[in-house]
Nanobody
Framework: QVQLVESGGGLVQPGGSLRLSCAIAGSIWEYNAVGWYRQAPGKQRELVGTVFPTGPTNYGDGVKGRCTISTDVAMNTVYLQMNSLTPEDTAIYYC?????????WGQGTQVTVSS
């Protein structure tokens, strides 16, 4: 059973920054890609960004230039650094891992951007 555990969410003021972490049970190298998605109330889940262990990092249009995804292979952890946050970034952020056509999700962590 794949287990993904997100942490680091919370309340942030507009213009602030946040770093989310996703601990993956097992090795990152077991997956074709890992990454982050988010879902705001009343909206569909959308891509934040994905990273391929041996390839490029892709970012969603809504966060390009403001987010950086990185991995710590030794710790089997994926990070999402978000800067210049706006209220439109308020959502539940989910860590995802993708392997051979299957997708695995964490439980999500709430990020709220508000003054």
């Amino acid at each position: 059973q794949v287990q993904l555990v997100e942490s680091g969410g919370g309340l942030v003021q507009p213009g602030g920054s946040l770093r989310l972490s996703c601990a993956i049970a097992g090795s990152i190298w077991e997956y074709n890609a890992v990454g982050w998605y988010r879902q705001a109330p009343g909206k569909q889940r959308e891509l934040v960004g994905t990273v391929f262990p041996t390839g490029p990092t892709n970012y969603g249009d809504g966060v390009k230039g403001r987010c950086t995804i990185s991995t710590d292979v030794a710790m089997n952890t994926v990070y999402l650094q978000m800067n210049s946050l706006t209220p439109e970034d308020t959502a539940i952020y989910y860590c995802g891992a993708f392997r051979d056509g299957s997708t695995y999700w964490g439980q999500g962590t709430q990020v709220t951007v508000s003054s």
